[in-house]
């Protein structure tokens, strides 16, 4: 029987990174050819663990996730048809809902690929924007990076980074997310 994208993406011993490598591999990560399949997490499964449908689903894959961190890739920041966009711009203070999302699926991932309640943004920090905007092609993939810093129940703090696909950072700060009553992070 083969398992969904998220069930073979999930089915890995906990505590343990899972990392994906890009291009070029660095000497410390597992060339791709040595990939399992289970590591693979694209859009759909995604899609399947993130508060949101259709367009409005940001992320197109995972690099790299963990107990306590993930970091995502995307392409869509580049779309004109970006729900986001205003005005034919993708404004850089949008890239705040690409780390939400990152935290939501980490979230998801974490719960062994199931998807959370929604939370709520109760509060951004130290937000930081080297850049006017995110839908310049020299930005290539978009690195959406989120580190979960604490969680209790009823809330979680999440910092995050996006970068470009040389590295340069465009994005940083911290949420603070606030959970549905009764739900233990």
Same mark, same amino acid.
């Given at each position: 029987?083969?398992?969904?994208?998220?069930?073979?993406?999930?089915?890995?011993?906990?505590?343990?990174?899972?990392?994906?490598?890009?291009?070029?591999?660095?000497?410390?990560?597992?060339?791709?050819?040595?990939?399992?399949?289970?590591?693979?997490?694209?859009?759909?499964?995604?899609?399947?663990?993130?508060?949101?449908?259709?367009?409005?689903?940001?992320?197109?894959?995972?690099?790299?996730?963990?107990?306590?961190?993930?970091?995502?890739?995307?392409?869509?920041?580049?779309?004109?048809?970006?729900?986001?966009?205003? &005005? !034919?711009?993708? +404004?850089?203070?949008? %890239?705040?809902?690409? #780390? @939400?999302?990152?935290?939501? =699926? /980490?979230?998801?991932?974490? &719960? !062994?690929?199931? +998807?959370?309640?929604? %939370?709520?943004?109760? #509060? @951004?920090?130290?937000?930081? =924007? /080297?850049?006017?905007?995110?839908?310049?092609?020299?930005?290539?993939?978009?690195?959406?990076?989120?580190?979960?810093?604490?969680?209790?129940?009823?809330?979680?703090?999440?910092?995050?980074?996006?970068?470009?696909?040389?590295?340069?950072?465009?994005?940083?700060?911290?949420?603070?997310?606030?959970?549905?009553?009764?739900?233990?992070?």
């Amino acid at each position: 029987m083969r398992r969904s994208g998220v069930e073979r993406a999930v089915g890995q011993r906990p505590g343990i990174n899972h990392s994906i490598p890009d291009h070029p591999i660095p000497d410390h990560r597992i060339p791709d050819h040595c990939i399992p399949d289970h590591w693979a997490i694209g859009r759909d499964p995604i899609a399947a663990l993130v508060p949101h449908s259709g367009r409005m689903v940001l992320l197109d894959g995972v690099r790299s996730w963990g107990d306590n961190f993930i970091t995502c890739w995307t392409r869509s920041h580049l779309n004109p048809e970006n729900p986001l966009r205003c &005005a !034919g711009r993708l +404004a850089a203070t949008c %890239g705040v809902e690409y #780390a @939400l999302q990152a935290a939501a =699926l /980490h979230g998801g991932l974490a &719960a !062994g690929g199931v +998807a959370q309640p929604a %939370g709520y943004l109760a #509060a @951004l920090r130290d937000v930081s =924007l /080297h850049a006017d905007r995110l839908d310049d092609a020299t930005i290539g993939d978009l690195q959406v990076s989120a580190r979960m810093e604490h969680h209790e129940t009823g809330g979680l703090i999440y910092a995050f980074e996006l970068h470009t696909e040389a590295g340069e950072l465009l994005l940083s700060g911290r949420a603070i997310i606030s959970l549905p009553h009764g739900h233990v992070a």
